[in-house]
């Protein structure tokens, strides 16, 4: 049983995952603090324009065929909204488990600080792109995936009127509808997943069959409009001209180059695992996915008692999911403070029921678009991989091959990638496979990268210390 103090529950993250739950949790009784660090709630999935923006991009035209469930998030808030203590462009840039209790260190609007102590927390962090670094990828033109995204949805702008889209994963296809639908018509899709490895993947996401409808229909109307869509391929490097960039692009038997005038580049997402480290959660290593997730129990709860996890952060299942993530994570706890009966309720079997068929999915689009992770172990040597400190990929293979790191950790420590800004979380990945395939050892023994704080880049001048 969890005692609360002061009646506090935190959730972090007020995407689809952090909304349900505040929602279970206000519905029980409690008055949960609510923290995301943008303007607004929705995530990345239901991301708002400025206000002044909104005349030009109407809900349907943002969401597609989920606006109504964004639709039904915004007014589920505003019933609620007086029995949930709201902070906004409030960043969570620490966080420690001690006397079991949460202390969380926030950073508010105009630099506010304040330590939050909390008896429980609920991380829906979300997720951010997983960058696969070619040769050029620094020069200016060339975003995320994500970063595209956000671009169009919150500021009603685009990277580029012809935009190159390169990767793997339905975002790819997403993105590259989304701004041909703004009349920002692609160059080109260059998809590195193979049309047979979609085939074989075809059982699992029958899991789903609308949203494989709707990734089916994208496709088909991006060919459509004309865009070169190139399977199983990958970009192989970058280069700038006055005029634009140019994407050279590699498959099994061609390969070709594509013109534009802004490259988005990504391979799906991979969970902000930040604040879950730096409170001792546990980890495991996930093959098929190639990427090291923090361990859960078949309702959210966490390794670590009194800390629960939601949405893309636990795992990505897309915004649905995290819906029935984060109302699962807060049934959970409010079985442990003893607010509910111990016993799953019916709603809370349905809830898991969902999630099952929501994982099938996702295995199934692992399988369409799996990681390129071979690619990794042949980055030239001149590949920029950790941009924050100019650690090429040659500097960590020389690291590798004179000092023998055993772990990622220690790769980090020798050669600064992963100290910067970005604290490893584009770069951390790329180191740990490139050591795993230099050593010619499995990528699960060479470890993850420890949390550090601050999770985000904050000012020197900071009014409060740990």
Known sequence: M?????????????????????????????????????????????????????????PKSLYGRDWRRAGALDAMLQTLRDRIDM???????????????????????????????????????????????????????????????????????????RPIFAGSGPLLYLVAWQYAKAGAVPAAVIDSGRFIDKLRALPGMLARPGVLLQGVRMTLALRRMGVP???????????????????????????????????????????????????????????????????????????VPGLYLAGDMRAIN???????????????????????????????????????????????LET??????ERIGALPDDTMVCRCEGITAGDLRRAITDWEPGDVNRLKAMTRCGMGRCQSRLCGHVAASLLAAESGIEQSAVGTLRGQAPVKPLPIASGISR
Not at 13 to 34: D, F, H, I, W
Not at 97 to 111: I, M, Q, T, V, W
Not at 342 to 364: D, I
Request: glycine letters at 12%.
């Open 2 to 58: 969890i005692e609360l103090k002061g009646g506090r529950v935190a959730v972090i993250g007020a995407g689809p995952a952090g909304l349900r739950a505040v929602q279970a949790l206000a519905e029980a009784g409690l008055r949960p603090v609510l923290i995301d660090e943008n303007p607004e709630p929705g995530g990345q999935i239901y991301r708002k324009p400025p206000a002044p923006l909104r005349a030009l991009r109407n």
């Open 87 to 161: 902070r906004m462009e409030t960043l969570v840039w620490d966080a420690h488990r001690h006397a079991n209790e949460f202390r969380l260190f926030l950073r508010g609007p105009d630099g506010r600080d304040e330590v939050l102590d909390v008896a429980a927390v609920i991380l829906a962090t979300g997720a951010m792109d997983r960058i696969l670094p070619v040769p050029g990828w620094t020069v200016p033109g060339v975003w995320s995936m994500g970063g595209a995204q956000v671009m169009l949805k919150a500021q009603a702008q685009v990277v580029g009127r």
């Open 229 to 303: 869509v190139i399977e199983g391929a990958h970009a192989e490097r970058i280069s700038s001209e006055p005029d634009g960039l140019t994407l050279h692009w590699q498959g099994r038997r061609r390969s070709g180059e594509v013109r534009g005038d802004a490259i988005a580049l990504g391979h799906g997402l991979k969970p902000e695992r930040q604040l879950a480290d730096l409170l001792g959660c546990g980890t495991q290593f996930d093959a098929p996915s190639g990427q090291w997730l923090a361990r859960t129990d078949g309702h959210n709860r966490s390794s």
């Open 318 to 364: 897309g915004a649905h999911a995290a819906e029935y993530s984060g109302e699962l994570a807060a049934r959970a706890l409010l079985r442990d403070l003893e607010l509910r009966d111990a016993a799953p309720s019916v709603r809370t079997r349905a809830l898991r029921g969902a999630l099952a068929l929501q994982g099938l999915f996702r295995r199934g």
């Open 368 to 373: 369409a678009f799996p990681f390129p992770q």
